[in-house]
């Protein structure tokens, strides 16, 4: 019998892209096979994103492209899923707009997606089915990972944060952390799978452990997970700067594994606007870590996430932030333009920024951010690094692409047969966003 196929869109985080992993393995489980196109699958899923406006109005319009493929396969399914399915408003925007929608899940219960899809096709109505919060965390379910060599593993989810301007608090629900030994478990099998690195995942990685009647704490696992034999680098994300401890720089120091990188998103650098963003720490509270961060883990690669235009910032707010990107000197930054979300308390605020002041002050930030990045990778050249390799380059077949340590992209000649494998690397240039070398 020929096998079903299911084509799958993953928008947002990498929290998402990893759940996409897990919605697939359940789809291999009952016997879906993938495909790459979408007009060949009799199951197309969207794990939406709900962040920025951008990331929701990308969905709205690929859902309008789909509705042509529903009226000419009448044994399609379409499922949507993900944070945007969290919040009960765009549920309902969706199943108004787009009444072919056959399948609607949340984040908290893509296990149940078998149970849907058979009711789905024995029903033939719209199926709902969300977990709006739980304190439960569903071990063992089945990964389909897109690489072997690296892996994403959950640590916590959810979040407590509030930061004013962030929906993930009402969508991904309070914040809990696996147990230890879950995450050990998961991580040896990987170890004897071939998998080299992973990359520990929380809305914020450094208050694991906060739930937990003991003091297991981030840095626990960190120097637990070093031990893995078989591993070879270990990487986090996200570090909330309000609770990111000495103990966690010793343990960054002290545990081999873990890479000399640190992705700490400041959002801004107004003292003002961080006390509004509910943010919890200062410019200069933030400094002094990046400073410790510096002395302590030496050639270590620092990014960030900028927010500008959040309500109130003035002239002086937005150059506070461009102190501190001159200060830090960051190796890169993700940046973005405030976007309202409603239902969070930034919405309700009155001063809300003019979108041309917001897009002058972010092309500013650009100019300013670049050289830096440029300046930075600068560094590398003429320089060995070890580098894991990950894929053979999109633009030229001959040329493979991996990380260093620092999570920058390099590019080089070799055969794809080094896919998996650590390398050594001479940088010979750098450009804006990535390296290029050749195998020594
Ligand atoms: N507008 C713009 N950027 C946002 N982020 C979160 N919420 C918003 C918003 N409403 C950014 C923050 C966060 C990153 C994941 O997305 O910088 O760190
Ligand atoms: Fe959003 Fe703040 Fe939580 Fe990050 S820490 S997910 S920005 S509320």
């Known amino acids: 019998m020929k096998k079903l196929a299911y084509y799958i869109e993953t928008y947002g985080c990498q929290m998402n892209e990893h759940d996409s992993e897990k919605i697939a393995g359940m789809l291999h489980s009952i016997g879906y096979n993938e495909t790459n196109d979408k007009t060949k699958a009799d199951l197309i899923l969207f794990n939406t994103c709900l962040i920025r406006e951008n990331a929701e109005l990308k969905v709205y319009g690929k859902l309008g492209e789909i509705k042509k493929l529903k009226s000419t396969n009448k044994n399609l399914l379409v499922a949507v899923c993900g944070c945007m399915m969290q919040i009960k408003n765009n549920r309902d925007k969706i199943t108004s707009k787009f009444p072919f929608v056959d399948i609607i899940f949340g984040t908290n219960n893509i296990h149940e997606l078998p149970q849907l899809i058979e009711d789905a096709y024995t029903n033939h109505k719209r199926n709902i089915s969300i977990i709006e919060d739980t304190q439960y965390i569903k071990e063992d379910m089945p990964k389909t990972r897109k690489y072997k060599h690296k892996a994403l593993v959950n640590i916590t989810y959810g979040c407590n944060n509030f930061c004013s301007y962030c929906v993930v608090p009402y969508t991904r629900g309070r914040e809990k952390s696996r147990d230890p030994k879950d995450i050990i478990n998961e991580i040896k099998l990987l170890s004897k799978q071939n998998c080299k690195e992973i990359t520990l995942l929380g809305q914020n990685v450094n208050s694991y452990g906060k739930t937990f009647n003991n003091k297991y704490d981030f840095p626990s696992l960190l120097y637990d997970l070093d031990k893995i034999d078989g591993i070879e680098r270990i990487r986090f994300m996200t570090s909330h700067p309000k609770d990111l401890s000495i103990r966690l720089i010793e343990a960054m120091r002290d545990c081999n594994k873990v890479c000399e990188h640190i992705h700490l998103p400041i959002q801004s650098g107004s003292n003002k606007v961080l006390k509004n963003m509910n943010r919890k720490y200062t410019k200069e509270q933030y400094l002094e870590l990046i400073y410790a961060i510096k002395k302590e883990i030496p050639g270590i690669a620092i ?115 080094l896919i998996g494998e650590i390398v050594r690397i001479k940088i010979l240039d750098a450009k804006t966003w990535f390296l290029e070398g050749i195998l020594v």
């Open 303 to 417: 990014t960030t996430d900028i927010i500008v235009g959040f309500p109130g910032e003035t002239e002086e707010d937005f150059l506070e932030t461009i102190d501190v990107v001159k200060k830090v000197e960051y190796d890169s930054a993700f940046t973005f333009l405030y976007s309202i979300r409603q239902g969070t308390p930034a919405a309700k605020m009155q001063n809300q920024i003019d979108d041309n002041i917001k897009h002058k002050r972010f092309n500013y930030l650009l100019e300013e951010l670049y050289p830096i990045i440029y300046k930075k990778n600068q560094e590398y050249i003429n320089r060995e690094f070890n580098v894991l390799v990950d894929t053979v380059s999109k633009n030229n077949k001959d040329y493979l692409t991996g990380r260093t340590r620092t999570n920058k992209l390099v590019h080089f000649k070799g055969n794809k047969n």
